[in-house]
């Protein structure tokens, strides 16, 4: 594992920090809108949050190869992965809502659990490669 600046490692921290934020205000407009009738506002925070989602992932992922790619594998595979599954969560998400095809939910529900895993873990990670350098330091 090569070394990585700390300027590096707090704007990694800062892009997983933001992304990981944004998938729990995910997860809280998606409860807001579960079993209501008067729900379109929620589905419509939810769809947004989940572009702003999508972009942050997607920053994350290309600032983890750009900047990362040398110093860990996994978290380079984890913002990939991370980002791949966001935009089959979204797609799924506007299959359900845009075709009412309701019976993806079922699909929906627990991939959103994956990607609040790796929304968990990446900062986690971060967090630690910080320590560890200072640490070398």
Known sequence: MSTTSPSTLKWF??????????????A????????QKHRG????????????????????????????RKTSR????????????VVVQTLIGHQISDNHQDWLIGVHVPLAFIVFGIAVWLPI????????AAKSA
């Open 13 to 26: 921290s800062a892009l997983t920090g933001l992304t990981s934020l944004a998938i729990f205000v995910q």
């Open 125 to 132: 990670n971060a967090a630690m490669m910080r320590r560890a």
């Open 74 to 85: 996994a978290l380079l595979v984890g913002t990939i992965v991370l980002f791949v599954l």
């Open 41 to 68: 506002g929620w589905i419509d925070a939810h769809d947004i949050v989940a572009d702003v989602v999508a972009v942050l992932a997607l920053a994350t992922m290309i600032f983890t190869i750009v900047a990362l």
């Open 28 to 35: 809280i407009t998606a409860g807001e809108f579960v079993s």
